[in-house]
């Protein structure tokens, strides 16, 4: 059957993934229809992600940074923060960008339908635009329906204090007392937004270190820096009851040895995780398999269990990043025109954008503990390096993970001021198949902190002279 509207490809959902793959097929040749239920493009990460958390990222390094010169000799008067203004220039940013991918849907062609689609058979899309319905039928589609925040059942989630990454995003108002639950990738970033703001931030993590997932080491400085400037951080401990009064939200934590205590603030960040928009889909009308999780399994060429089905990014699995997803969005596309591609990375990036920013690829060091693999490192400490001090910081590390075999890298992880500019070089080297030699008779421009990684692949030969 027909729908109102035919689509050689359609792709659901307009996040990096699916506007990357709508792009892609459209220039190969492929009548696309793009859904969004939205009605700007972008996705999470254009809209209330990646983006709008860097621009505010960016003013709390300015403060920061300010501050920090004081110590120096160079000393400002405290900021005078205006939110109406911060704001409207992080708004403005996020409508540049969403604006832009309007225009260059349009210049392809690709069709863009408003509303919220659910599948209403193997060929057919249901959208639905505030109770106006259309049909779109396809002959492929490319599901990037992406994730949200998870909520907690004990916590009231419809009061306004309780806030999620995209309620922190819009910046209304600076609480005095911010909680953030949950010490990840997202909660950080916000918590070092809020405090350079000069909310009295308070964090607290279920496991024994912030990010879980990248090695202590390399957080331990992240760690040191926040620990001095934030209230408090209490790892191990969980958040076991919330309850909301005129006054404040009122917050009982446990720690590991089953120890509760109190506290009150004015507004409560939750981010402990995002879960994938699978089961909103009636996929099962399509044949497409979603786990109990909302995952959709996919092979190598992003087909789901049903081949002229595929999926790609958040809703796909781990990790949950844009630049995946963007990768995953072409080879989805160029399968659907007819190539013959595979998603083959050996490697994806991962960064925290806190400060310091914490970024790391590959293979980590407990990881490669626990899998008995034979390893050797390279760590080189900024405090070594003339370029990180002459910005007035001596935390960073670099660190390097080998195959003792063979000297390839297999892994990276760094701390520091720009660690997630620096760690692509890292992440093209093990694509590369780079050994160590490679990395250390590579010249790299002095003086900068991208010498550390040159620097650390010759702690790992053993080969380094000087330290500046
Ligand atoms: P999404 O971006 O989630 O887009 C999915 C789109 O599909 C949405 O627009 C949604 O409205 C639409 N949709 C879903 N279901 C339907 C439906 N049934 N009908 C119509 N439309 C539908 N990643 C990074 O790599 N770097 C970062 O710095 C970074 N920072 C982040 C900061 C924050 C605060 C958050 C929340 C996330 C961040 N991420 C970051 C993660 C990144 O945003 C995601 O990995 C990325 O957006 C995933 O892209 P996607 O295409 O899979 O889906």
Same mark, same amino acid.
């Given at each position: 059957?027909?729908?109102?509207?035919?689509?050689?490809?359609?792709?659901?959902?307009?996040?990096?993934?699916?506007?990357?793959?709508?792009?892609?097929?459209?220039?190969?040749?492929?009548?696309?229809?793009?859904?969004?239920?939205?009605?700007?493009?972008?996705?999470?990460?254009?809209?209330?992600?990646?983006?709008?958390?860097?621009?505010?990222?960016?003013?709390?390094?300015?403060?920061?940074?300010?501050?920090?010169?004081?110590?120096?000799?160079?000393?400002?008067?405290?900021?005078?923060?205006?939110?109406?203004?911060?704001?409207?220039?992080?708004?403005?940013?996020?409508?540049?960008?969403?604006?832009?991918?309007?225009?260059?849907?349009?210049?392809?062609?690709?069709?863009?339908?408003?509303?919220?689609?659910?599948?209403?058979?193997?060929?057919?899309?249901?959208? !639905?635009?505030? #109770?106006? &319905?259309? +049909?779109?039928? *396809? =002959?492929?589609?490319?599901?990037?329906? @992406?994730?949200? /925040?998870?909520?907690?059942?004990?916590?009231?989630?419809?009061?306004?204090?309780?806030?999620?990454?995209?309620?922190?995003?819009?910046?209304?108002?600076?609480?005095?007392?911010?909680?953030?639950?949950?010490?990840?990738?997202?909660?950080?970033?916000?918590?070092?937004?809020?405090?350079?703001?000069?909310?009295?931030?308070?964090?607290?993590?279920?496991?024994?270190?912030?990010?879980?997932?990248?090695?202590?080491?390399?957080?331990?400085?992240?760690?040191?820096?926040?620990?001095?400037?934030?209230?408090?951080?209490?790892?191990?401990?969980?958040?076991?009851?919330?309850?909301?009064?005129?006054?404040?939200?009122?917050?009982?934590?446990? !720690?590991?040895? #089953?120890? &509760?205590? +109190?506290?009150? *603030? =004015?507004?409560?960040?939750?981010?402990? @995780?995002?879960? /994938?928009?699978?089961?909103?889909?009636?996929?099962?009308?399509?044949?497409?398999?979603?786990?109990?999780?909302?995952?959709?399994?996919?092979?190598?060429?992003?087909?789901?269990?049903?081949?002229?089905?595929?999926?790609?990014?958040?809703?796909?699995?781990?990790?949950?990043?844009?630049?995946?997803?963007?990768?995953?969005?072409?080879?989805?596309?160029?399968?659907?025109?007819?190539?013959?591609?595979?998603?083959?990375?050996?490697?994806?990036?991962?960064?925290?954008?806190?400060?310091?920013?914490?970024?790391?690829?590959?293979?980590?060091?407990?990881?490669?503990?626990?899998?008995?693999?034979?390893?050797?490192?390279?760590?080189?400490?900024?405090?070594?390096?003339?370029?990180?001090?002459?910005?007035?910081?001596?935390?960073?590390?670099?660190?390097?993970?080998?195959?003792?075999?063979?000297?390839?890298?297999?892994?990276?992880?760094?701390?520091?001021?720009?660690?997630?500019?620096?760690?692509?070089?890292?992440?093209?080297?093990?694509?590369?198949?780079?050994?160590?030699?490679?990395?250390?008779?590579?010249?790299?421009?002095?003086?900068?902190?991208?010498?550390?990684?040159?620097?650390?692949?010759?702690?790992?030969?053993?080969?380094?002279?000087?330290?500046?």
């Amino acid at each position: 059957a027909r729908g109102d509207i035919h689509a050689e490809v359609v792709v659901l959902g307009s996040g990096p993934g699916g506007y990357t793959a709508a792009f892609r097929a459209a220039d190969l040749g492929k009548k696309v229809v793009l859904i969004e239920r939205y009605p700007t493009l972008g996705g999470v990460c254009l809209n209330v992600g990646c983006i709008p958390s860097k621009a505010l990222l960016h003013v709390a390094k300015v403060i920061s940074e300010a501050e920090e010169m004081g110590h120096h000799g160079l000393r400002f008067s405290p900021p005078e923060v205006d939110l109406d203004a911060l704001r409207g220039w992080k708004n403005s940013v996020v409508t540049q960008l969403t604006g832009g991918l309007s225009g260059l849907a349009k210049g392809r062609k690709v069709q863009v339908v408003t509303g919220f689609g659910t599948f209403a058979g193997p060929n057919m899309i249901a959208v !639905d635009n505030d #109770g106006a &319905t259309s +049909t779109v039928s *396809f =002959d492929q589609c490319i599901i990037a329906a @992406g994730s949200e /925040p998870v909520t907690l059942p004990f916590i009231p989630h419809d009061d306004p204090r309780v806030i999620d990454s995209t309620g922190a995003l819009e910046l209304d108002g600076v609480p005095a007392r911010l909680l953030v639950l949950g010490g990840g990738i997202i909660g950080l970033e916000m918590a070092c937004v809020y405090d350079a703001l000069g909310s009295s931030v308070t964090v607290v993590e279920l496991m024994d270190q912030i990010i879980p997932g990248a090695d202590k080491d390399i957080v331990k400085p992240l760690h040191k820096r926040i620990e001095a400037r934030y209230e408090k951080i209490l790892l191990k401990t969980k958040v076991t009851a919330v309850s909301a009064d005129e006054d404040g939200l009122t917050v009982t934590f446990e !720690d590991d040895k #089953g120890g &509760t205590t +109190t506290d009150r *603030f =004015d507004k409560i960040l939750v981010s402990v @995780g995002r879960r /994938p928009n699978g089961k909103m889909l009636n996929a099962g009308a399509a044949g497409v398999a979603v786990d109990d999780r909302g995952f959709i399994a996919v092979d190598s060429q992003q087909r789901t269990n049903v081949p002229h089905i595929f999926a790609i990014g958040d809703v796909v699995g781990q990790p949950m990043l844009a630049h995946k997803a963007v990768h995953e969005g072409k080879v989805a596309a160029e399968v659907a025109a007819g190539q013959n591609r595979h998603f083959d990375a050996r490697v994806i990036p991962s960064v925290a954008y806190t400060d310091p920013e914490v970024a790391w690829v590959g293979v980590t060091e407990a990881q490669a503990k626990a899998s008995g693999l034979k390893v050797g490192k390279g760590v080189f400490p900024w405090a070594a390096s003339g370029r990180s001090l002459s910005i007035g910081r001596s935390e960073g590390i670099t660190k390097l993970i080998f195959d003792e075999t063979d000297q390839r890298v297999i892994g990276a992880a760094i701390v520091g001021p720009n660690a997630g500019d620096l760690i692509a070089e890292v992440a093209l080297a093990i694509e590369m198949g780079a050994d160590a030699v490679d990395l250390g008779h590579t010249i790299h421009p002095h003086p900068t902190l991208s010498e550390t990684v040159n620097f650390a692949a010759e702690m790992f030969e053993g080969t380094i002279t000087d330290l500046i």
